[in-house]
T-cell receptor, first 115, second 115 residues
Framework: ETGVTQTPRHLVMGMTNKKSLKCEQH?????MYWYKQSAKKPLELMFV???????ENNSVPSRFSPECPNSSHLFLHLHTLQPEDSALYLC??????????????FGSGTRLTVV | AQSVAQPEDQVNVAEGNPLTVKCTYS??????LFWYVQYPNRGLQFLLK??????LVKGSYGFEAEFNKSQTSFHLKKPSALVSDSALYFC?????????????FGKGTRLSVIA
């Protein structure tokens, strides 16, 4: 257990469904991140939140909608996804924005399959 | 701009032999460098980091990495590979003075240790 918990671990959803991924950290970290990891592709940074404020959105389609209600929780709301959105979605947190000299702590990920 | 390169998609090594996973980087100024390991369907786990000081950094599971400023490299090494070391390895970098800029990750190198 890393201190960053992601739920659910696995999710199968149809293209017309709406679902949410949850990430929770009790490490006292002030920055949180969503990454997408597809087979045979590099890690893709999707969103960055520093002190609950979104600071980066790397041209992510609007069918992905992040929410950060407090510095311990991060959500990724999903709607009308496409099969190519099937991937492992990773949440990470860091003590300071950018990671400083401590780096990131990652959750175990949510394996998403869009059918 | 920050960047990191892992030139090998795949490294194969026999159990008991030494292993090296290569990483080169580009940042303005001094770097913070990290290695992470990912086992199947898991998040990334921290292995080791270079912040300052000794160029040879020791980390978890018997891994070490050597920081070489003139060659802008941070290769991951282990004297004697185990089958259980088989995983995906990521190098990451950020500049000391890069503010809140997120870590930049390499595309990953898959290590396969053969018994």
């Amino acid at each position: 257990e890393t201190g960053v918990t992601q739920t659910p671990r696995h999710l199968v959803m149809g293209m017309t469904n709406k679902k949410s991924l949850k990430c929770e950290q009790h490490l006292g970290h002030n920055a949180m991140y969503w990454y997408k990891q597809s087979a045979k592709k590099p890690l893709e940074l999707m969103f960055v939140y520093n002190f609950k404020e979104q600071t980066e959105n790397n041209s992510v389609p609007s069918r992905f909608s992040p929410e950060c209600p407090n510095s311990s929780h991060l959500f990724l709301h999903l709607h009308t996804l496409q099969p190519e959105d099937s991937a492992l979605y990773l949440c990470a947190s860091s003590r300071t924005p950018g990671g400083g000299n401590y780096g990131y702590t990652f959750g175990s990920g949510t394996r998403l399959t869009v059918v | 701009a920050q960047s990191v390169a892992q030139p090998e998609d795949q490294v194969n090594v026999a159990e008991g032999n030494p292993l090296t996973v290569k990483c080169t980087y580009s940042v303005s100024g001094n770097p913070y460098l990290f290695w992470y390991v990912q086992y199947p369907n898991r998040g990334l786990q921290f292995l080791l980091k270079y912040i300052t000081g000794d160029n040879l950094v020791k980390g978890s599971y018997g891994f070490e990495a050597e920081f070489n400023k003139s060659q802008t490299s941070f290769h991951l090494k282990k004297p004697s590979a185990l089958v259980s070391d088989s995983a995906l390895y990521f190098c990451a970098v950020r500049g000391l003075n890069s503010g809140n800029t997120p870590l930049v990750f390499g595309k990953g190198t898959r290590l396969s240790v053969i018994a």
